[in-house]
């Protein structure tokens, strides 16, 4: 009996998270996104904090001309704090041959409180697009800083 239940609680724990950080490949369609239009998908990810401590998948997989989205998971009376997202460069592919500069990473740069999407009639997820000339193999850094919580460095690969 226990272990049937223990076996019910770690399926339910696994499934809970199992889009977090990883590729929906589905189109949206223009009315649904902030990016432009022929959006080839989204990559879902989870930013949950709160009185010192701020918890985000460290890897995340994303793809050209989708959504990156992050979903704000702001313990109670933490919803007022500005969460605020500073792209920077990561490691880069070998350019192709008569490509332009690499695509810079100011596509990442938003600062919103969970507290303002609602308040826009929004749901507190940061959507970021992401740049469809970004190549294959680019790797993204960027901080995640909240205010008077802290500072947290994932990562977001350019994987299809």
């Given at each position: 009996m226990n272990?049937?239940?223990?076996?019910?609680?770690?399926?339910?724990?696994?499934?809970?998270?199992?889009?977090?950080?990883?590729?929906?490949?589905?189109?949206?369609?223009?009315?649904?996104t902030d990016c432009k239009v022929n959006v080839r998908g989204r990559?879902?990810?989870r930013l949950?904090?709160?009185?010192?401590?701020?918890?985000?998948?460290?890897?995340?997989?994303v793809g050209r001309n989708t959504e990156?989205?992050?979903?704000?998971k702001p313990k109670p009376g933490y919803d007022d704090k500005k969460v605020k997202i500073v792209g920077k460069w990561g490691k880069l592919p070998p350019p192709p041959a008569g490509s332009g500069l690499p695509t810079s990473p100011d596509w990442l740069n938003i600062?919103?409180?969970?507290?303002?999407?609602?308040?826009?009639g929004k749901k507190a997820i940061l959507v970021l697009c992401v740049p469809s000339d970004?190549?294959?193999g680019t790797e993204y850094k960027f901080d995640v800083v909240i205010e008077s919580i802290g500072t947290?460095?994932?990562?977001?690969d350019v994987t299809w």
């Open positions: 272990r049937t239940i223990l076996l019910l609680l770690a399926t339910a724990a696994v499934s809970a998270c199992a889009n977090d950080g990883m590729a929906i490949k589905k189109p949206i369609a223009s009315m649904d990559t879902d990810t949950k904090y709160g009185k010192d401590d701020i918890d985000i998948k460290w890897k995340s997989h990156f989205r992050i979903l704000l600062e919103k409180s969970a507290k303002e999407l609602e308040k826009e970004v190549p294959v947290l460095d994932p990562r977001a």
